[in-house]
């Protein structure tokens, strides 16, 4: 191939011109489109364009702009989809830095979101008032409201009673030409026969033609009694009689083929919070789903079905029940039940009628629940698990394939048995079956290579005899994982040419053109299933593990700068994939991207690793990118930092500390001219807010140490925020509550490695695993005593490079973790205060709400001496104070002085105000007065000292909401000014 040629073409122009016009934010570089191409099916198509809107206008404006050039467009956000929904070579538009709104509405009882909120992110706002999204999807980390209505998802709980079809209230619509509907309005329907008079009146025609149609009514009723995201909803049509209604449940599970869903209100469920869970063992799976209709009975929320292969591969778990891993699997199969209640009395009731249902049953083992949350998480990590240890250890170059399907209960048995035998006739070894044994809807999971002609063949064959049996027992091709691309070409062979007919119709009437999504949902190609198949060429341990899911992205710290997690791991194969076809140009091409997209903005810091299925830490393959292209000179220079890390450390704290002192200007000038120089990649930017270097960290020795203590070295490089940093506040706990601990006695040089690791800086993380190793192994006695660490990251770090050094008999405990078991009960008891102090509420409050009072006999007057504490802490924050009084004193007049590096008028460098006396009685105020004395109603201060900004050389690193906690915290009256920058305050009643 001639180095110019790519298999890669660039975007047209004037393609390029009007998605910038239409939305202004638009990759097109090849690092844009390859990483944003892939997802979690097994399709790939590259976009020409990957368009980032953030406004539902500018969503409208896109429609115009493709199809005006004929250009396709696809919505992507999550990527978690399975079936190939979220791929195009058109125009991709990427909703993943938008449409992030969460509302909770009514308590709790509904919940308005953006098409970007993740499922977990809803919920987490929802857990407060008892509730939660009646979709529970098991990908709900990572997948997006807008993924959940355009799948119609539904989980392992929620059936079709609380799926998205039957809990979404209303949305906000663009349809294709540019309308914007909001189906929640009194007046949508009629607002829709305004804008869109055709697409009305077809709505109403198709769904007389379908009422009209016996037939089509009882096939309808017969596949929507089941999970089905097979097609277009036409339930829609049955269950709704206003066209506007029928177009919002058609967009569900239209998999973006209608219409962008720029908002989705829902109705909530209860968040039932007392459980009990079992695992049932079955002689076989004739048994198994023969239980089925007796534990529906009994009201088990959930019913998980595990097959002889499932169980098979969950015992090599190291996690696996004691049971599990004692049973010698032939043909068993196992139900995984869970009672879910909403009191403790219903559940108690709940179990002690479960043995005599278990008793009914043909189990192979005696059937026990539990209520214990560390069994629990047991039995959900076998269920869970299997997607790990059957995609973790695929062999590399092939696919993970989960697919799903459903059947009338009744029929799941011979639907399995059948399966069973297919996955042996076509040689598909380790294929699972598992799933919502409730609903009869099953998953399976099989692995294939895309690369091979007869390996192709096999999966087509396989693939039209499942479709034969799953059709022939009443079922449904798609329960949970939508249509998409891989079951486009059967929707007319299970719904029959009339429905087919309508669901075209429906496209037509909103998608004339046929260019939102085409291909996806409905085709005329009939293998189109086997077209745009994605290949996983073998390229390096961390990414051939890779399944593509999707998982790690909410956790990246570096999602909305540059790449994910998934996104480095996809361009290291599309590098392997143009350097094997010999494409030089595109080679070269993501070489110089990735770099800073991939390598220089990866926070190495192995969250991904904590949401990943398979366990990838993508920080472990930039770690050893950055390694590789680490140059002599520097690995010979932080080799030197680790041996004197004790200078190296007080050097970095005193630079900070001449920087604070400085005007400011000075710092900002410097950085700013190394940034013209450097490039603004390599130099960061001095700011203001930066603190002033910290102390250097001292050893400490104690006869009978309960811990040694690992102050982290960044307490000597910054000062702390406030009088008492991390360090002094655990120590001071320890002391209280009588517990000693120590230090190595070398502590100010050493370090948790972290630096040297990130960076990818060998030589030097060697020298300092050494130290530390060493130093540890003696402090704690050979690992006697556990090692705690106050900074997170820091404890992540100490504890690898430990596990390195082959010291894991020494445990790494985190300070919180170490407070919250070993400091805490010892503490001596103390009065509670009731809460009303976070520096939310005083920064939310209104300009006139007045926080916190003087403490009587405390004198809080800046700028005067004063011993205590307080009085040094005001002054340093540069507070115009009073002087504290008894509760009942009488007002007078003070004279305060507010401490500035501008000389005042009377020359003494400090202003002077006449001030009156605060009225010290307090008002009863629900939102602010929680701990504090209560006054009479409408009682005012006569003066209100407010903040003013603090001179660079005050305390920079506080903000202004720590600046109200200060002042609450040291009884000081406080009213917001729009004008920080003038001393004022004085308001006479």
């Known amino acids: 191939m001639n180095p110019t040629d790519t298999r890669l073409p660039p975007p047209d122009p004037a393609l390029l011109r009007a998605v910038a016009a239409a939305c202004g934010t638009v990759g097109s570089r090849a690092t844009d489109r390859l990483a944003s191409a892939h997802d979690a099916s097994h399709y790939l198509l590259t976009p020409q364009a990957v368009a980032t809107p953030s406004t539902r206008e500018e969503v409208a404006a896109l429609f115009a702009a493709t199809q005006d050039l004929g250009v396709p467009m696809t919505f992507r956000s999550g990527g978690t989809s399975l079936s190939g929904q979220a791929g195009t070579d058109g125009v991709l538009v990427d909703t993943r830095r938008g449409f992030r709104s969460i509302e909770v509405l009514d308590d709790g009882s509904r919940v308005r979101t953006g098409p970007r909120a993740t499922v977990r992110m809803v919920n987490a706002r929802l857990a407060r008032h008892g509730r939660k999204l009646g979709p529970d999807p098991a990908s709900e980390i990572a997948c997006t409201i807008g993924g959940v209505v355009a799948n119609n998802s539904s989980g392992m709980s929620c059936g079709i009673h609380a799926n998205t079809y039957r809990t979404l209230e209303s949305a906000m619509l663009v349809l294709p030409s540019g309308t914007i509907l909001d189906t929640g309005a ?42 089905n995201t097979m097609g277009y909803g036409l339930n829609s049509f049955a269950d709704f009689d206003r066209p506007a209604d029928i177009l919002e449940h058609l967009v569900i599970g239209s998999e973006g083929t209608l219409a962008f869903v720029a908002e989705a209100t829902f109705h909530t469920v209860p968040i039932k919070q007392h459980v009990a869970t079992g695992l049932l063992l079955f002689p076989d799976l004739a048994a198994a789903t023969a239980a089925l209709p007796a534990l529906v009975e009994a009201g088990f929320a959930t019913i998980e079905l595990l097959d002889a292969t499932s169980l098979r591969v969950a015992q090599r778990d190291p996690e696996a029940t004691e049971e599990l891993r004692a049973l010698a699997v032939v043909d068993h199969a196992a139900l ?13 009731a709940r179990l002690a009628a479960a043995p005599e249902v278990f008793s009914r049953l043909a189990l192979a083992e005696p059937g026990a629940l539990s209520s214990e949350a560390s069994r629990r998480a047991q039995l959900w990590h076998l269920r869970k698990g299997l997607y790990t240890l059957v995609a973790g250890n695929r062999p590399s170059g092939t696919t993970a394939l989960l697919e799903d399907i459903a059947v009338p209960v009744e029929r799941l048995y011979e639907t399995c048995r059948q399966l069973i035998l297919l996955f042996d006739k076509h040689e598909y070894e380790d294929s699972v079956i598992f799933g919502h044994a409730k609903d009869g809807n099953i998953h399976f999971m099989l692995n294939e290579r895309f690369d091979e002609p007869g390996l192709l063949a096999r999966y087509e064959a396989f693939t039209e005899e499942m479709v034969e049996l799953v059709l022939a027992q009443g079922g449904t091709l798609k329960a949970e994982h939508g249509t998409g691309r891989i079951m486009a070409p059967f929707v007319r062979r299970q719904y029959g040419d009339e429905l087919y007919e309508v669901m075209r119709e429906v496209k037509r009437l909103l998608d004339p053109a046929g260019l939102l999504n085409p291909g996806v949902l409905l085709t005329e190609d009939p293998e189109a299933h086997l077209r745009n198949l994605k290949t996983a060429p073998t390229v390096e341990e961390e990414v051939d593990r890779c399944v593509e899911c999707g998982y790690c992205e909410p956790v990246c710290p570096s999602r909305d700068l540059t790449l994910t997690p998934r996104q480095r791991i996809v361009l290291r194969r599309e590098m392997a994939d143009a350097e094997a076809a010999g494409d030089d140009a595109l080679l070269a091409a993501l070489r110089k991207e990735y770099e ?122 910054f000062a702390p925020v406030g009088e008492e940093g991390v360090s002094e506040s655990f120590l001071s706990l320890c002391a209280r509550a009588g517990l000693a601990v120590a230090t190595p006695e070398d502590i100010p040089s050493l370090c948790c490695g972290t630096p040297w690791k990130s960076k990818g800086l060998t030589d030097g993380y060697e020298e300092m695993k050494r130290k530390v ?35 894991a008999s020494i445990a790494v405990v985190d300070a919180v973790a170490f407070v919250d078991g070993v400091v805490l009960p010892r503490l001596p008891v103390g009065q509670k205060i009731a809460s009303g102090r976070s520096e939310d509420r005083i920064a939310d409050a ?72 605060p009225d010290m009685r307090t008002r009863d105020d629900p939102s602010h007065g929680a701990g504090l004395r209560a006054r009479p109603a409408g009682a005012r201060p006569h003066v209100r000292p407010v903040i003013r900004e603090r001179a660079k050389h005050q305390s920079s690193a506080l903000s202004l909401p720590r600046y109200w906690r200060e002042c609450l915290r040291n009884g000081v009256w406080v009213r917001r000014s729009s004008s920080w920058r003038s001393v004022r305050g004085v308001r006479r009643r």
């Open 846 to 917: 209104p300009p006139d709400l007045l926080v916190g009072a003087p403490r009587p006999g405390r004198c809080l007057e800046a700028g005067r001496r004063s011993r205590s504490r307080a009085g040094h802490r005001s002054r340093r924050l540069g507070l115009l104070c009073v002087r504290g009084r008894p509760w009942d004193a009488p007002p007078r007049a003070h004279s305060l002085r507010h401490p500035s590096r501008d000389r005042g008028g009377d020359g003494s460098g400090h202003h002077r105000l006449r001030l009156a006396q």
């Open 186 to 227: 009194p007046d949508a329907d009629a607002r829709l026969r305004a804008a869109e008079p055709e697409l009305h009146a077809g709505l109403e025609r198709l769904r007389e033609r379908i009422l009209g149609n016996p037939d089509s009514v009882e096939r309808i009723g017969a596949l929507y009694s089941i999970k």
């Open 773 to 807: 190793a060493a130093s540890l192994r003696r402090a704690t006695r050979g690992g006697q005593l556990p090692v705690v660490c106050d900074a997170a990251s820091c404890t992540e770090g100490l504890d690898i490079l430990l596990g390195a050094a082959g010291e």
């Open 336 to 348: 995984l039940v869970e009672y879910q209640e909403a009191s403790a009395h219903d559940l108690e």
């Open 596 to 717: 800073y997209d991939a390598v220089q903005t990866c926070a190495v810091d192995g969250m991904c690793q904590t949401a990943c299925p398979v366990l990838i830490n993508t920080g472990d393959l930039v770690r050893r990118l950055r390694a590789e292209a680490a140059k002599p000179a520097a690995q010979a220079g932080w080799k030197s930092a680790a041996r004197r890390w004790d200078e190296i450390s007080r050097l970095g704290g005193l630079a900070m500390t001449v920087v604070d002192a400085v005007p400011s200007i000075l710092p900002k000038a410097a950085t700013a001219v190394g940034r013209a120089v450097l490039g603004a990649d390599a130099m960061p930017a001095y700011s203001a807010d930066l603190p002033k270097g910290g102390r250097r960290r001292r050893p400490l020795a104690a006869a009978e140490p309960v811990a040694v203590y690992f102050p982290s070295c960044t307490n000597t490089m």
